[in-house]
T-cell receptor, first 109, second 112 residues
Framework: GQNIDQPTEMTATEGAIVQINCTYQTSGFNGLFWYQQHAGEAPTFLSYNVLDGLEEKGRFSSFLSRSKGYSYLLLKELQMKDSASYLCAVRDNDYKLSFGAGTTVTVRA | DGGITQSPKYLFRKEGQNVTLSCEQNLNHDAMYWYRQDPGQGLRLIYYSQIVNDFQKGDIAEGYSVSREKKESFPLTVTSAQKNPTAFYLC???????????FGPGTRLLVL
């Protein structure tokens, strides 16, 4: 089975940095994904890690440690539009995605 | 433009009624998926299909059925056996053994 944990909520100030942690215990691993989801909308892809290390893409970065079953998503220079839910998802060996419950990030002025 | 379309955006179901949610993709993806999302919960996998004419149950398949007669289409039927169908339903697709998963805009199902 799959067990994916991430914090329920986080709050930060505009312009600040927020780090969303994700820990997982899964039967098979074939990559870790981060998605952003605004209320009432579909998730949109943010990042993908399959090897250990840091992947940077503009204001967003994602880190993976496979031996620790751990990932984080780093959001820098927070903007009001970054207020959303962030979903951690692990792909298994059958290429199915299993999702955590999501972390709701609120950005305050 | 390539992408995934779902229809309708909102769907109302009466007690004892079967309803079908449409999902079409023109990305030429082999794999397609149906997820259900409830408030405060993550996405849960209902059914998935890795190739035409083949599909497998996900974690919460009871009360649902699917078909995959064409590569671009993967409709989901919510049967009367699904006692708590109110949720946001998301269809997704991926190339298969590589690449990311793309999501459609979703269908919100409500029970009258």
């Amino acid at each position: 089975g799959q067990n994916i944990d991430q914090p329920t909520e986080m709050t930060a100030t505009e312009g600040a940095i927020v780090q969303i942690n994700c820990t997982y215990q899964t039967s098979g691993f074939n990559g870790l994904f981060w998605y952003q989801q605004h209320a009432g909308e579909a998730p949109t892809f943010l990042s993908y890690n399959v090897l250990d290390g840091l992947e940077e893409k503009g204001r967003f970065s994602s880190f993976l440690s496979r031996s620790k079953g751990y990932s984080y998503l780093l959001l820098k220079e927070l903007q009001m539009k970054d207020s959303a839910s962030y979903l951690c998802a692990v792909r298994d060996n059958d290429y199915k995605l299993s999702f955590g419950a999501g972390t709701t990030v609120t950005v305050r002025a | 433009d390539g992408g995934i379309t779902q229809s309708p955006k909102y769907l109302f179901r009466k007690e004892g009624q079967n309803v079908t949610l449409s999902c079409e993709q023109n990305l030429n993806h082999d794999a397609m998926y149906w997820y259900r999302q409830d408030p405060g919960q993550g996405l849960r996998l209902i059914y998935y299909s890795q190739i035409v004419n083949d599909f497998q149950k996900g974690d919460i398949a009871e009360g649902y059925s699917v078909s995959r007669e064409k590569k671009e289409s993967f409709p989901l039927t919510v049967t009367s056996a699904q006692k708590n169908p109110t949720a946001f339903y998301l269809c997704a697709s991926s190339i298969g053994d590589s690449g990311r998963t793309y999501f459609g805009p979703g269908t919100r199902l409500l029970v009258l």
